[in-house]
Structures are given as structure tokens and as C-alpha cells.
């Protein structure tokens, strides 16, 4: 089921280009998940997230992988973890595709 939007909510969301620098376990996770350090360049640096993508990724294959994400939503608390952004990626059931540029680009670029 789809959902109209204005192009002015459109605007609102800030997906940015992301290189993923540090994975770790997240075993107080409800489930099966990595916590992620991301690199969003210069103007936004650093954000953390956790991410339930480790039916497809291994951990060490995900560091210096670019991704997309979200970049302002409110933080969220996940167990004892502070989530700063939203990975994008499509779904299939439990599996994650995590989505990324086709070529190389700097870090902080806006999707649109």
C-alpha cells in the first residue's frame, strides 16, 4: 500500500551517502543485529545506528561499504544503545539488501 506525498514532505527526509567504519556485536538487541559507526563527511561526521542485517553481512565485509541512510530522525533508543540514523535497504522477510551508490562518492552526499 502506497501513500501520497507533497514534494515539500519529501524534502524533509535527509538521505545522505554513508561509509561505514566500525561494526560491532549487538547481543542486548531483541534481534539479531550489528551496531554500526557511519561516516557522513565533514558537515554531519560520525552517527551510530544498529542495523538487523546480519543474515546477509558478515561484519568484517560491511567496514568501508558506502550505504544509504537517514539522517534526521529524532536518536532512538535501542536497549542500551542510542540509534542516530536510519539505514536504508529493501526487505525480504527476515533478509536485508542494504542500499549504496553504484560507484564511489563523497561521504554526506544528499539522495534525492
Same mark, same amino acid.
Given at each position: 500500500?502506497?501513500?501520497?506525498?507533497?514534494?515539500?514532505?519529501?524534502?524533509?527526509?535527509?538521505?545522505?551517502?554513508g561509509?561505514?567504519?566500525?561494526?560491532?556485536?549487538?547481543? *542486548? #538487541?531483541?534481534?539479531? /543485529?550489528y551496531?554500526?559507526?557511519?561516516?557522513?563527511g *565533514?558537515?554531519?561526521?560520525v552517527?551510530?545506528?544498529?542495523?538487523q542485517?546480519t543474515? *546477509?553481512?558478515?561484519?568484517?565485509?560491511?567496514?568501508?561499504r558506502?550505504?544509504? #541512510?537517514v539522517?534526521?530522525?529524532? *536518536?532512538?533508543?535501542?536497549?542500551?544503545?542510542?540509534?542516530?540514523?536510519?539505514?536504508?535497504?529493501?526487505?525480504?522477510?527476515?533478509?536485508?539488501?542494504?542500499?549504496?551508490? /553504484?560507484?564511489t562518492?563523497?561521504?554526506?552526499?544528499?539522495?534525492?
Amino acid at each position: 500500500m502506497t501513500h501520497d506525498l507533497s514534494w515539500s514532505d519529501f524534502e524533509k527526509v535527509e538521505m545522505r551517502i554513508g561509509t561505514i567504519l566500525e561494526v560491532n556485536d549487538f547481543p *542486548k #538487541a531483541r534481534n539479531p /543485529s550489528y551496531q554500526l559507526h557511519i561516516d557522513f563527511g *565533514k558537515d554531519l561526521g560520525v552517527k551510530k545506528t544498529s542495523a538487523q542485517i546480519t543474515t *546477509k553481512y558478515t561484519k568484517e565485509e560491511l567496514i568501508g561499504r558506502q550505504i544509504m #541512510a537517514v539522517v534526521n530522525f529524532p *536518536k532512538k533508543q535501542i536497549a542500551n544503545f542510542m540509534s542516530e540514523c536510519l539505514v536504508l535497504g529493501a526487505v525480504e522477510g527476515k533478509d536485508v539488501t542494504l542500499l549504496h551508490p /553504484s560507484s564511489t562518492v563523497e561521504n554526506g552526499l544528499r539522495i534525492m
